[in-house]
T-cell receptor, first 112, second 113 residues
Framework: SQTIHQWPATLVQPVGSPLSLECTVE??????LYWYRQAAGRGLQLLFY??????ISSEVPQNLSASRPQDRQFILSSKKLLLSDSGFYLC???????????FGQGTRLTVV | KNQVEQSPQSLIILEGKNCTLQ??????????LRWYKQDTGRGPVSLTI?????NTKSNGRYTATLDADTKQSSLHITASQLSDSASYIC????????????FGKGTTLSVSS
């Protein structure tokens, strides 16, 4: 069976510090991978998606970047965090573009 | 513009009661519609997925309906339980380039005893 792991579960970081959130998928190959952010009281906002190693598409301009160094690894990064980067970050995968997305457990990021 | 609107924003019901959540969308061309359940602080989990030709689909006490003509969907929860307390998110998929998943903002359901 397929599983998705995302860590850490919670993170408190000072403004201006770097960020690295990691997501890995097991039990499948060549998945589509996604990073979403969910602000309080708002819907899920797609940040990045990847259809293959080294292939990253950004949906919105922001202070964040993503990388896919391996087939089943997706990393969300920032060089300098802003207060507005606080939120709930979710990693997800799907077999194809319009098929069901399976979500990780999320990371609660608080920038102070 | 592709949008998914959900109502109500929040809902409080007594344990054992039924409830219905609504989802209206303006996504075109339509591919499929999913309902997800998201417990607080956790990732969303899929409840149902429906394509254009499907009118209703059930998953235990959850029944989703789809009217592709009016572009409306509903999620009916029967005999609610405390564990049903969560956010329910409607997600519509469009046939277009990119990820093509449009998320609603969700309905927060609270079931009290």
């Amino acid at each position: 069976s397929q599983t998705i792991h995302q860590w850490p579960a919670t993170l408190v970081q000072p403004v201006g510090s770097p960020l690295s959130l990691e997501c890995t998928v097991e039990g499948t190959s060549n998945p589509n991978l996604y990073w979403y952010r969910q602000a309080a009281g708002r819907g899920l906002q797609l940040l990045f998606y990847s259809v293959g190693i080294g292939q990253i598409s950004s949906e919105v301009p922001q202070n964040l970047s993503a990388s896919r160094p391996q087939d089943r690894q997706f990393i969300l990064s920032s060089k300098k965090l802003l207060l507005s980067d606080s939120g709930f970050y979710l990693c997800a995968w799907s077999r194809q573009r319009n098929t069901e997305a399976f979500f990780g457990q999320g990371t609660r990021l608080t920038v102070v | 513009k592709n949008q998914v609107e959900q109502s109500p924003q929040s809902l409080i019901i007594l344990e054992g009661k039924n409830c219905t959540l609504q989802c209206n969308y303006t996504v075109s061309p339509f591919s499929n519609l999913r309902w997800y359940k998201q417990d607080t602080g956790r990732g969303p989990v899929s409840l149902t997925i429906m394509t254009f030709s499907e009118n209703t689909k059930s998953n235990g006490r959850y029944t989703a309906t789809l009217d592709a003509d009016t572009k409306q969907s509903s999620l009916h929860i029967t005999a609610s339980q405390l564990s049903d307390s969560a956010s329910y998110i409607c997600v519509v998929s469009a046939e277009q380039a990119g990820t093509a998943l449009i998320f609603g903002k969700g309905t927060t359901l609270s079931v009290s005893s």
